[in-house]
């Protein structure tokens, strides 16, 4: 089960971390990842980590504004996101990836376990 929380309504510029909670099961052969999606829009990959050693890999679009971490002991993911703008408006989804290749997938089909969302909302 995966638990998405920190959303919210957020400042143009600011900056905002998402958590995501793992129970019940152990992450080390997985993949996590976080995807969004707008309203009217796709479901659109932001971030994935391997959760074996921490490897990441980030969509274009917020590359340099993404940053994806875990922390092993609490089994949780996180994303953080900075110099927010109105397009990072979406509810963003928690995802993990049952490990079948070294690099994360960055396709929704490309996971296994979906957390129930969050919205951010990002206003000036």
């Known amino acids: 089960q995966l638990q998405a929380s920190g959303g919210g309504l957020a400042q143009v510029g600011g900056s905002l971390r998402l958590s995501c909670a793992a129970s019940?099961?152990?992450?080390?052969?997985?993949?996590m990842g976080w995807f969004r999606q707008a309203p009217g829009k796709e479901r659109e990959f932001v971030a994935a980590?391997?959760?074996?050693?921490?490897?990441?890999t980030r969509a274009h679009s917020v590359k340099s504004r993404a940053t994806i971490s875990r922390d092993v002991a609490k089994n949780t993911v996180y994303l953080t996101m900075n110099s927010l703008k109105p397009e990072d408006t979406a509810v963003y989804y928690c995802?993990?990836?049952?490990?079948?290749?070294?690099?994360?997938?960055?396709?929704?089909?490309?996971?296994?376990?979906w957390g129930q969302g969050t919205q951010v909302t990002v206003s000036s």
């Open positions: 995802a993990a990836a049952i490990f079948r290749s070294a690099i994360p997938g960055t396709r929704p089909r490309d996971y296994d376990y």
């Open positions: 019940g099961r152990t992450f080390s052969s997985y993949h």
């Open positions: 980590i391997r959760w074996s050693d921490g490897s990441t």
